[in-house]
């Protein structure tokens, strides 16, 4: 994800595009990756993890696909959400199966030294 999103702007650069296209794409990624968390627990708690989890990494491999597929400023577009969108859904999972490993006895922070 890091690299898809620091080459994005460079390639864009490199074929020609204009600044403000440019960090049009890159507010496009902030707004899937960010706006979608209002929702993506909703969605855990009415799909389940394991469900959302290949939703997110079946939307990683779309992400993966488009963005080899060609330089025009919709498929730069397109693969931004998608990327912001699995790395989302993949990271909200990730945080959701975490708060299921603690016990009980964890949770008043008695664990400490």
Not at 75 to 96: E, H, K, P, Q, R
């Amino acid at each position: 994800m890091v690299l898809g999103l620091t080459a994005t702007p460079i390639a864009m650069k490199h074929y020609g595009f204009d600044l403000s296209q440019i960090a049009a794409e890159i507010q496009l990624y902030i707004l899937s990756r960010f706006v979608t968390s209002f929702c993506t627990g909703k969605l855990i708690d009415r799909f389940g993890v394991i469900k959302i989890k290949l939703t997110g990494l079946l939307l990683m491999l779309a992400y993966i696909a488009l963005a080899v597929s060609d330089v025009l400023c919709g498929i730069f577009a397109i693969t931004l959400v998608l990327m912001g969108l699995d790395w989302n859904f993949l990271y909200t999972v990730g945080t959701s199966l975490l708060a299921t490993t603690y016990t009980t006895g964890y949770a008043g922070g008695h664990y400490m030294f």
